[in-house]
């Protein structure tokens, strides 16, 4: 189970998630998720179970298990399409860029999402967040988490062993992802809760970070 008190965890490196973890695009994701079920006679409740965290081809793999692939990779082309056209109620995740802040020239850190370049770009802007240097994102990736891809390239750009690394994540995707590339997990926000994650916290204000010396740092959460 998740511990609930003050935990202390150190790092060499920190791999941040987008959505639900620095950025609130909740409401936008609901929009074309739900228009997306509606046109393929799905329930929506339903849908929205699957998709976070996931690349849009992958969640429609799930969905649509008979569906061709290539037919996913085209919708999901036209989704990210609409969602990077619509940032209607996007906003930061309280915390998050006192959260950015503290990290710059402490600690190695990088963005990994499934979200592309253009949307990414997007979001993080819309929600008046700075971007990390460095980023994979959709593009760099031949799998989706909960695949461990995105994980182990980010800690292999940065430099760092996967067990130096703390992932910070929301959904379970991302955070069975970051469990199985041999990190530790902060689970951020209210989905976190039903997973895996070594740690849970409400937002990014539960988090500080503290530099130790040699590129570590400690990391008070919750």
């Known amino acids: 189970m998740p511990m609930t008190a003050s935990t202390v965890l150190t790092a060499r490196a920190l791999l941040l998630d987008m959505d639900g973890t620095l950025v609130n695009s909740d409401a936008v994701v609901e929009r074309v998720w739900r228009r997306w079920s509606d046109r393929h006679g799905l329930d929506g409740d339903e849908v929205m179970k699957v998709v976070h965290g996931r690349q849009g081809y ?29 940032m209607d109620g996007v906003v930061a995740i309280p915390g998050a860029a006192e959260f950015l802040a503290s990290l710059r020239g402490v600690v190695a850190h990088a963005l990994v999402t499934s979200a592309d370049v253009a949307l990414s770009t997007a ?14 994102t959709a593009e760099s990736v031949g799998a989706s988490k909960p695949d461990p891809e995105g994980f182990l390239k980010g ?20 955070i069975s992802a970051g469990r199985s590339a041999g990190m530790r997990v902060v689970g951020v926000g209210p989905r976190a809760g039903f997973h895996r994650a070594d740690v849970v916290v409400r937002d990014l204000r539960q988090v500080a970070v503290e530099a130790v010396g040699g590129g570590v740092v400690r990391l008070r959460v919750g």
Do not use: H, I, K
């Not at 793999?61 to 399409?81: F, G, H, I």
């Not at 979001?123 to 994979?136: C, D, T, Y």
């Not at 800690?155 to 991302?174: H, K, N, Q, R």
């Open 123 to 136: 979001r993080m802007g819309a929600a008046g967040l700075s971007l990390p240097e460095v980023r994979v």
């Open 58 to 86: 992958a969640s429609m793999a799930v969905l649509l298990p008979s569906r061709p692939m290539e037919q996913n990779y085209a919708d999901n082309a036209r989704m990210l399409a609409e969602e990077t056209a619509d």
């Open 155 to 174: 800690a292999a750009e940065l430099g760092v062993a996967p067990e130096e690394c703390v992932v910070f994540e929301d959904s379970g995707a991302g």
